[in-house]
């Protein structure tokens, strides 16, 4: 694939099923694929980019890398973290306890945090989050602390 054919088979392979991305890709840019042929190269895509944001969060966690703040400065950056469970295969589970009757894990928690800046207010005069300034990160990785959060 050429860049730009692999930038929009991304684009729209991320928006939906592969086979509706065939088509989208066949009435949007006349280009005809398979649906193995649009999977493919999204499937790598993703587990690059998957694997970048690990290797970024990683970085950050150790405290090897320390990004650069916005310019200017925010009045405050606000950050929201919570943590869910995310349904996942029994190979992703293996050997951890979890909460059926069982005692089998079907699910693992994934961490989430969006950091962001609210300057303004509406009409309302409640905060407004700015449009540009959300930053999110999400992680399976365990917490560096050992008590829970």
Do not use: H
């Amino acid at each position: 694939m050429s860049p730009g054919l692999r930038a929009m088979n991304e684009q729209a392979a991320a928006a939906g099923p592969f086979a509706k991305a065939a088509r989208l890709l066949d009435v949007l840019a006349g280009v005809r694929l398979t649906v193995k042929r649009v999977e493919r190269p999204a499937e790598a895509s993703g587990a690059a980019a998957a694997a970048a944001v690990r290797d970024w969060a990683s970085l950050l966690t150790a405290r090897k890398l320390v990004p650069l703040p916005p310019s200017p400065l925010p009045d405050k950056l606000y950050a929201a973290i919570d943590g869910t469970g995310v349904p996942v295969t029994a190979k992703e589970t293996a050997g951890r306890d979890g909460k059926g009757q069982d005692g089998r894990a079907r699910t693992r928690e994934v961490k989430l945090a969006v950091f962001f800046t609210q300057d303004k207010v509406n009409d309302e005069g409640y905060p407004v989050r700015d449009r540009d300034s959300a930053s999110y990160i999400a992680t399976f990785e365990p917490l560096p602390c050992s008590r829970a959060w």
